[in-house]
């Protein structure tokens, strides 16, 4: 088993599988029914952002105006305010964890039901050719991969290109020289991210053959066959 691991480790196709052209194409049709609760969860994605951009706004308004000034009144209304918001975010936290779960769940649902169809109607040959715990892993690991694909993918990157956008908006508007000094040194952090993010993607990709590789194994030799 540890032999086989390894070996697998070695491999160098391993690591360097790219994903085929229309993959993406035939994932999203999977999507195509839940495209109203998909919309949905893209517009509470946009409203929590927007609330994580206004916070610091209303705390630099306590403290310039509040605090500095000893305007009590603008403190209590703009803490009323934060505190609504927190509620507001709390709540659409507690939403988006609903729909996260429910638009993932049911996509992965019907790709399982769909893989498994599609294996049923296979000939004899091909099951004396590929490994039943290979078929077993992507029917439980990778399929369920799918579901961090349509729901936190899908969030993070709207959610932090909205407080990208906003964030940009609010110091262009306090101050474009620091603004245009902090934009200079994005490259010294997006190259790292880059350079990390191709490892971790080779990581993901090994460690998903490896857990086929290890099922198969299982599956294969943990019954009266294989003893």
């Not at 697998?8 to 790219?18: I, R």
């Not at 649902?109 to 769909?114: E, G, M, N, Q």
């Not at 077993?136 to 399929?143: G, I, W």
Request: hydrophobic residues 55%; charged residues 15%.
């Amino acid at each position: 088993m540890m032999g086989s691991m390894r070996s697998l480790m070695q491999d160098a196709s391993v690591v360097k599988q790219k994903v085929k052209p229309g993959t993406a194409k035939r994932m999203m049709r999977f999507a195509i029914p839940y495209a109203g609760r998909l919309a949905l969860f893209l517009l509470v994605v946009l409203v929590d952002a927007g609330i994580g951009i206004v916070n610091p706004l209303i705390y630099r308004e306590i403290i310039n105006n509040g605090f500095l000034k000893s305007d009590a009144p603008l403190i209590i209304r703009y803490a009323v305010l934060a505190g609504i918001l927190g509620l507001a975010d709390g709540a659409l936290g507690l939403a988006l964890s609903y729909l996260s779960a429910t638009v993932g769940a049911r996509v992965v649902l019907a790709l399982r039901t769909k893989l498994f169809a599609h294996i049923q109607q296979m000939p004899l040959a091909f099951f004396t050719r590929v490994r039943t715990g290979a078929l077993v892993s992507r029917l439980n690991t990778d399929v369920a991969g799918a579901q961090g694909a349509f729901t936190d993918i899908l969030s993070n990157l709207v959610g932090n290109s909205v407080v990208l956008a906003g964030v940009l908006a609010a110091m262009f508007a306090l101050s474009w020289q620091m603004t245009l000094a902090a934009l200079i040194l994005v490259p010294l952090f997006v190259l790292p991210a880059r350079f990390w993010g191709r490892k971790l993607q080779q990581i993901v990709r090994e460690n998903m053959t490896l857990n086929a590789a290890m099922s198969g194994l299982m599956t294969e030799r943990f019954n009266i066959a294989g003893a």
